[in-house]
């Protein structure tokens, strides 16, 4: 064997094998999406969103129910607004249709309520009517913000349970 067949045949093994190497890493593409809050340009506040908060033209006053559970080593401060349409904040409104009356829960302004490290906070009201014209008050949305990491989720019961994750809103 001549010296010049084994280097073609040393370069030739370099190349298939460096085609090969990269055809099994997939095309370059875009860089994905940015990590959660918290892993570089991200952190407090954490803003949660939940929603559809109604069933539109529903009849009674169906339980709500939301769920904020804390994930931190800390205590979390944290904050539910139950929204209208135009994004005013429902706490301690009446609920529409409830009998007897009844306001939606949650925090005005500022204020905000501690859930311990590893707890759950459940919050509950029963879901307004909203099937006449000029019903004002109505639940569009749930906003939850908190100063540590917290999950996010929501049961609005109509006709049996409808458990749905709420979304994280983007910074």
């Known amino acids: 064997m001549n010296l010049s067949f084994a280097r073609q045949a040393c370069v030739g093994l370099f190349v298939l094998t460096t085609t090969l190497l990269l055809a099994c890493q997939g095309p370059a593409g875009p860089p994905g999406p940015a990590g959660p809050p918290g892993t570089s340009s991200g952190g407090a506040p954490y803003v949660w969103i939940c929603t559809p908060a109604f069933y539109p033209n529903s009849g009674g006053n169906p339980r709500a129910d939301i769920y904020v559970f804390n994930g931190s080593s800390?205590?979390?401060?944290?904050?539910?607004?139950?929204?209208?349409?135009?994004?005013?904040?429902?706490?301690?409104?009446?609920?529409?249709?409830?009998?007897?009356?009844?306001?939606?829960?949650?925090?005005?302004?500022?204020?905000?309520?501690?859930?311990?490290?590893?707890?759950?906070?459940?919050?509950?009201?029963?879901?307004?009517?909203?099937?006449?014209?000029?019903?004002?008050?109505?639940?569009?949305?749930?906003?939850?913000?908190?100063?540590?990491?917290?999950?996010?989720?929501?049961?609005?019961?109509?006709?049996?349970?409808?458990?749905?994750?709420?979304?994280?809103?983007?910074?």
Not at 136 to 151: E, F, G, H, K, L
Not at 158 to 171: D, E, H, I, N, V
Request: with cysteine.
């Open 74 to 171: 800390a205590s979390a401060n944290i904050a539910v607004h139950i929204l209208d349409k135009d994004g005013a904040n429902l706490s301690g409104l009446t609920i529409p249709g409830t009998s007897p009356a009844a306001n939606y829960p949650g925090q005005t302004g500022s204020a905000t309520e501690s859930v311990a490290a590893s707890h759950t906070k459940v919050v509950t009201w029963q879901m307004p009517q909203e099937g006449a014209a000029g019903i004002t008050n109505v639940a569009a949305s749930v906003r939850v913000i908190s100063d540590q990491p917290v999950v996010v989720g929501s049961d609005f019961q109509f006709s049996g349970f409808k458990a749905l994750p709420c979304s994280l809103l983007p910074k």
